[in-house]
């Protein structure tokens, strides 16, 4: 899978990004990540990539110009057009459902704003999808694109040690992920629960089901109201709750 990154901030996504699983991913020739410097695609002698907005006010806007071209330098020549998202606080709520939907993409490109805004013209010239990370405003689009990237390419095949350990995260089912311990046995006079020592694989599953169950009821529980819970869960959740 291929990520490219249109920035002002190239250098921060390889110090983040170069390291531990998504650096390993990239090695192995799993993931293909480029970070394209817009400045680069300047004609101002300065690199100037900015300007004032025509309707007045304070703040800059990124000009169309050299986000067009930093996008042509990935985009020309392919026989396809690259998924290409705007990371924007206007965008869609970035989650785990969206990470999925994302994965199908063999190629995407990323957008990263700064200043007060983008020139709408270049949006609307290549932009297919805007995606936020919340109902709040950042500096810029790179922390957002640094959490698209890492979130979507832990779900490529052969990214994580066992392929099948993000489908016992939080969120990946629909619920938040049970709590989890390791050695020692006792800590601070807390022991594990005697269930996980049991070796009882079938007692073990149901056990981390119903925490699962329980942590999402204490705390997201907007998150239980679907319908793909079974009458054995309601049946559950209604005693957890005293009901």
Known sequence: MRFDVLTLFPEMFRAVLGNSIIGRAEKAGLLELNFIDIRDFSTDKHRKVDDTPYSGGGGMLMSAEPIYQAYMSVADGLDYKPYTIFMSPQGAVFNQDKAIELKKHNHIVLLCGHYEGIDQRVLD???DA??????FVMTGGEIPAMAVIDTVARLIPGVLSNDGSFQNESH?????????????????DMEVPEVLLSGN???????KHE?????????????????WLTDED?????????E
Not at 172 to 185: A, D, I, M, N, V
Not at 219 to 224: E, F, T
């Open 211 to 227: 925490q699962s169950l329980l942590t999402t009821l204490k705390k997201r529980p907007d998150m239980l109201e679907n319908e």
């Open 234 to 242: 309601i049946k559950f959740l209604k005693k957890a709750k005293g």
């Open 172 to 188: 990946f089912q629909g619920l938040l992920e049970h709590p989890q311990y390791t050695k020692p046995r006792v800590w601070h």
């Open 125 to 127: 010239e290549i932009v």
């Open 201 to 207: 694989h079938e007692l073990i599953e149901k056990w």
């Open 130 to 135: 805007e995606i936020s990370l919340g109902d």
